[in-house]
């Protein structure tokens, strides 16, 4: 599986959006990438995933680059909320599906 | 829709006694379940990848016969861990793969049960 690179940390005001980005480089035409949080103490939650073209939900829209090789993810009016660890995971195929985490981007939406 | 349990959320155990995680899919079937294990300020590390009705398939270096895996239905999972010890102390997530999912690879998370050794 295509390896990650997302920053360690960042900061947004509460209302504005939050880009969150990750670098995929060596993605493989078969890979989805995938996002998911973790609030303090709880489990991870998914939040959105992409093969090729952008996606939305009622949680954040996925901007995926036209080489595949980056990623954005957008919270587009950041609550105190979503502050939270944000993952960002590519993943091939295979019948067990695994995800494999990294270390991800520590978001901490500021009042 | 998509809720994953856990329970405990938390327990306390003497050291050298079993603890028993459950995990539960509410509102799907799950063909696949996944156990975690998550120390302070770590990311998640795949413990083991749990079929039902069949041997769940552990990662290098856990090992099998201190984490017992059953999944005996498409909506519950369990995890014992035997002998606890203190260093066996940690944050453990299950996740659930909906069967309907086909290709991706969306998970859905428990809550987590924080389990202390003393």
């Known amino acids: 599986d295509a390896k990650t690179t997302q920053p360690p940390s960042m900061d947004c005001a509460e209302g504005r959006a939050a880009n969150l980005p990750c670098n995929h480089s060596?993605?493989?035409?078969?890979?989805?990438v995938y996002w998911y949080r973790q609030i303090h103490s709880q489990g991870p939650q998914y939040i959105i995933h992409g093969l090729k073209n952008n996606e939305t939900n009622e949680m954040a829209s996925l901007i995926i680059t036209e080489d595949r090789k980056s990623s954005t993810l957008i919270l587009p009016h950041a609550t105190l909320r979503d502050t939270a660890v944000y993952y960002c995971i590519v993943n091939s195929g295979g019948s067990n599906y695994k995800l494999t985490f990294g270390k991800g981007t520590l978001l901490t939406v500021n009042p | 829709g998509a809720v994953v349990s856990q329970h405990p959320s938390w327990v306390i155990c003497k050291s050298g006694t079993s603890v028993k995680i459950e995990c539960r899919s509410l509102d799907f079937q799950a063909t696949t379940m996944f156990w975690y294990r998550q120390f302070p300020k770590q990311s998640l590390m795949l413990m083991a990848t749990?079929?039902?009705?069949?041997?769940?398939?552990?990662e290098q270096g856990v090992e099998k016969d201190k984490f017992l895996i059953n999944h005996a239905s498409l909506t519950l999972s369990t995890l014992t861990v035997t002998s606890a010890h203190p260093e066996d102390s940690s944050f453990y997530i299950c996740s659930a793969r909906d069967r309907r999912a086909g290709a991706t690879y969306e998970q859905y998370f428990g809550p987590g049960t924080r389990l202390t050794v003393t």
């Open positions: 060596t993605i493989s035409g078969n890979e989805y």
């Open positions: 749990s079929n039902e009705g069949s041997k769940a398939t552990y």
